[in-house]
């Protein structure tokens, strides 16, 4: 892999205009990932889903230079219809558009950091192998006071064009004072065979609100990794929901940086998987300062020999006294090859504070079955509302009342 | 005079601090064959079991000290220990209590464990284990009318080598984790204790282990096998001299229940745990592991944690046998500079299986505690249920309390439930209790006690009454 990893690289900054120094520090992270690789379980973070292993037997070599010198064609009917929205496109991990048609022009502002790469703080490799690879990296300000009026979609397709192929992306985006966003991610493959790797930050000011929906519906062959970092001012609120379906293996980190009194962070997640699938949510909210607040809900049903993995951390730092901190995880497990691995943890270094979580797995409940039946529904139909209303639960938690119906119909999820 | 002044108040905060002054014979210091030849010699142990003993001393060398708990501590100088010491007087076994050191049954009374059986009118059987040695049992006699075994594990190397060969490493295997090999090798001595076929122990058993002293490590082995339909409570307790250095305790216990046996084992766990400054104190790394081998048996745990600098262990069940249950009730209290990282795990491999899990985590001071636990359900263990509770209580900023539970359910039959909280002992709680005449001190106590009602009743009688005083103790100072 190490040739590969070089050879790749040396390609890839051939064609971007970057400073000797910039160059310099991609070197050395490119140097940081192939002396430690991908990820493997002898990580404590990445016990339950041996990466290394999984990108062995699903993808094989892996090829990490992408030539993106010639635009791909936006094929529009992955748009989402009925519901009027702000674009980016990603096609093959080339941005292809971005479009803020529905917004004040002078109130947002998209600035190009290819050339100013900042490190990403993650300690694990795959941060190392983004700021290697990334070539456009782009910073999305909203500004002042300016709540966006529609939502921002962004459309990450694949097409057949590519395979086997590793694709790093970057974005950064900065809400100022009193600004919101909703963002809404799409996950939409054609493609087989291919690794994304994916990392976001957001920097919340003070009253800022983000919204960021992770959909991840459609069937497909790749891998992907997704880290999200949100650091949190002053009475911010982050509100996290994903949904965890379609890919072959995904993998979820957000990590939640309290920083400011009143800031709270909302992370809401479904796994429903089933074929062999893999997938994990990991989340750590670390609790920094006082009065901040953290609430979590995880609901899985797997099906068929799926597996689902949340490891959720609530670090509470000894300043941050009076944080409320909530954690749940519940998965139901239909078939007897599908497994559900957990590991919530509490790091608490404050006394006066309200913490707890609670994780439950298990099989869909007789009784209830039984219940339904007696009222005349056959056992398929039964165990179909049971599943719907286990589920319905967390999607009522989305805070957004047009991006909830659009994922009710998108997963059919009925009230 | 300052100095004993100071002494005298350092013994009023940990009762057991006291060291006996008497002859000890030592292995020379250091690890190596030499020195396991040495033990082995010592007992007078047969082929097989030096031969044990090198096959795990060979493991060890290979092997790495972990280092991924919570508590760090600073690394141990395995070449600077004495592995073996006992007292001179032990070196011909004394027949009986009467030819017993009056200097140990001294230590042993002033420890409130007065091995001349007509002084125990409660009727338990006593182990009595100083450093590396064990010094006397109690109440052998009576013992052996029901066929029951409990005696030194030295003793019954020799004695019933077919019982020892046939069990010995078998749930604690020589190619485990570091310190479970490193007692492997060097392990010196410990109970062993047999319950035959359909027999229910009349009596509570108990070891007490007890270090004396420096610069030694204590490494006990305690094997207990349940046969068929029998019964048996034990329990253990412990202490050392307060000293300056860092002493390490690494013991293996290893449990097997056959078919319908029970056994019930109880800790209160007091080792000296070091000055308020942190100093000194005992490393408490223990390995403690039962099998349910056989269907229906139950194996239960109830540990008190209140000593030692550092704890670091988690008694452990295999739920092999169908129907099998395993139970974990847990107190851990940490205070100073202690720390603590204690848990469980249960691994359900039968039918049918069921465990619980009761951990109280109180922190106070600078202390730090953690708990880590293990629950995993394997595809084959149909219908298995597990249920865990873990609470924490804080006293005051400068501590911390951590869960790391890890939970793997492979079984879609089998359900597992999980949760914990963390909290503090609230205002209007304090308030109440003060208002009705409690001064602080004891307001906190009982809150604490109601706190961990849940474990305390898990434990024998005699044991819960000085359980209960422990955490008492152990708090004490921490309020206001």
């Known amino acids: 892999m190490k040739e590969q990893l070089q050879k790749d690289f040396d390609n890839s900054i051939k064609n971007l205009s970057l400073s000797q120094k910039d160059i310099e520090i991609k070197k050395f992270c490119l140097e940081n990932f192939i002396d430690k690789g991908f990820p493997n379980r002898k990580e404590e973070d990445w016990k339950f889903s041996d990466l290394n292993q999984i990108i062995k037997n699903n993808i094989g070599e892996l090829s990490f230079y992408n030539d993106q010198t010639s635009t791909n064609k936006v094929d529009t009917s992955v748009f989402v219809d009925g519901l009027e929205h702000n674009k980016i496109v990603f096609i093959n991990g080339r941005i292809e558009k971005i479009d803020f048609e529905y917004e004040k022009k002078d109130q947002i502002e998209i600035i190009d950091q290819s050339e100013t790469i900042n490190e990403f703080k993650n300690s694990n490799s795959l941060s190392d192998l983004n700021n290697a690879f990334t070539n456009k990296c782009f910073k999305i300000l909203v500004k002042k006071g300016y709540q966006l009026v529609k939502p921002l979609i962004i459309y990450h397709t694949t097409n057949t064009k590519i395979w086997s192929k590793n694709i790093n992306l970057r974005l950064n985006f900065e809400l100022d004072k009193d600004s919101s966003l909703r963002l809404v991610d799409l996950f939409n493959d054609t493609s087989e065979k291919n690794f994304l790797n994916i990392f976001y930050n957001f920097e919340l000011k003070e009253n800022a609100i983000l919204k960021n929906y992770k959909v991840d519906k459609f069937e497909n062959k790749n891998i992907k990794y997704s880290f999200n970092n949100i650091d949190q001012d002053k009475n911010s609120v982050s509100e996290t929901f994903i949904l965890s379906s379609g890919s072959n293996f995904s993998k979820n980190e957000i990590n939640c940086n309290l920083n400011g009194v009143y800031a709270s962070a909302f992370v809401n997640g479904i796994f429903s998987l089933n074929n062999h699938k893999h997938h994990e949510i990991r989340s750590i909210i670390n609790h920094l300062t006082e009065n901040t607040k953290s609430y979590q809900l995880i609901k899985s049903v797997l099906d068929e020999s799926s597996k689902a993995v949340y490891q959720g951390k609530i670090f509470v730092n000894s300043d941050a006294q009076k944080t409320d901190g909530y954690q749940l995880s519940k998965a139901i497990l239909l078939n007897k090859e599908a497994e559900f691995n957990a590991k919530p943890e ?51 938690k989305i805070t957004d009342s047009e991006i909830k119906n659009l994922i009710k119909n998108m997963i059919g999820i009925k009230e | 005079m300052d100095n004993r002044q100071k002494e005298i108040n350092n013994l009023k905060d940990y009762k057991y601090g006291f060291s006996t002054n008497i002859e000890n014979i030592q292995a020379p210091k250091g690890l190596n064959e030499d020195v396991i030849k040495f033990i082995s010699n010592i007992k007078k142990e047969p082929e097989w079991m030096l031969e044990f003993r090198l096959k795990a001393f060979e493991r060890f060398k290979v092997l790495k000290e972990p280092d991924w708990q919570k508590p760090k501590f600073p690394k141990i100088d395995y070449q600077d220990l004495y592995y073996y010491s006992a007292p001179k007087s032990m070196k011909d076994k004394p027949k009986s209590l009467d030819e017993l050191d009056p200097k140990l049954l001294e230590t042993y009374k002033k420890l409130g464990i007065p091995l001349q059986e007509q002084a125990r009118l409660n009727g338990i059987a006593v182990d009595a284990v100083f450093d590396s040695v064990s010094v006397a049992t109690t109440f052998k006699d009576e013992l052996t009318k029901q066929g029951i075994i409990f005696c030194p594990i030295s003793e019954a190397i020799q004695n019933h080598p077919e019982l020892v060969k046939k069990y010995l490493g078998s749930v604690i295997p020589t190619s485990d984790h570091f310190f479970a090999t490193l007692n492997s090798a060097v392990f010196t001595d410990g109970s062993f204790v047999y319950i035959p076929e359909g027999v229910r122990c009349p009596m509570e058993l108990s070891t007490y282990f007890r270090i004396n002293a420096s610069n030694t490590g204590q490494f006990e082995r305690t094997l ?51 000055d308020k400054d942190g100093k000194g104190g005992i490393y408490n790394f223990v390995t403690k592991r039962g099998l349910c081998k056989g269907k229906n048996s139950k194996i239960s745990w109830t540990q008190v944690e209140t000593g030692s600098a550092i704890t670091w262990k988690y008694p452990s069940c295999i739920l092999k046998g169908d129907n099998s249950i395993g139970e974990f009730y847990s107190i851990a209290i940490t205070n100073n500079h202690q720390k603590a990282d204690t848990g469980t795990k249960m691994i359900h491999l039968g039918k049918n299986t069921k465990s619980k899990i009761i951990s109280k985590g109180i922190s106070a001071g600078s202390s730090d505690m953690t708990y880590r636990g293990l629950v995993d359900i394997s595809s084959k263990a149909k219908n298995s249920t597990n249920y865990t509770q873990c609470d924490s209580l804080l006293m005051g900023n400068k501590c911390g309390a951590h869960t790391v539970p890890y939970i793997k359910n492979k079984n879609s039959e089998s359900n597992i439930a999980h949760e914990a909280t963390t909290s503090k002992i609230s205002e209007e709680q304090l308030h109440y209790c003060q208002q009705r005449g409690l001064n602080p001190e004891e307001a906190v106590g009982l809150i604490v006690n109601g706190f961990c009602k849940e474990v305390l009743q898990q434990l024998p009688m005699e044991f819960a009454v000085e359980a209960q005083k422990l955490v008492g103790i152990s708090l004490e100072g921490s309020v206001g």
């Open chain 1, 346 to 396: 509490l790091e608490i270094y404050a006394d006066d504070v309200k913490c707890s979580h609670g994780s439950a797995s298990g099989s869909l409940n007789e009784d209830s079955i039984f219940y339904l039946m007696s009222r005349g529904l056959s056992y398929q139909q039964s165990r179909e509302l049971l599943i719907n209303g286990f589920l319905l639960d967390v999607v009522e």
């Open chain 2, 224 to 274: 207990i096998i349940a046969d068929k339909r029998s019964y048996v409570s034990y329990l253990e307790g412990c202490t050392a001299p307060m000293r300056d250095e860092n002493q390490l305790h690494a013991a293996n216990v290893e449990l097997i229940a056959l078919d319908d046996a029970e056994i019930k084992y109880s800790t209160v766990q007091n080792w000296y745990p070091g």
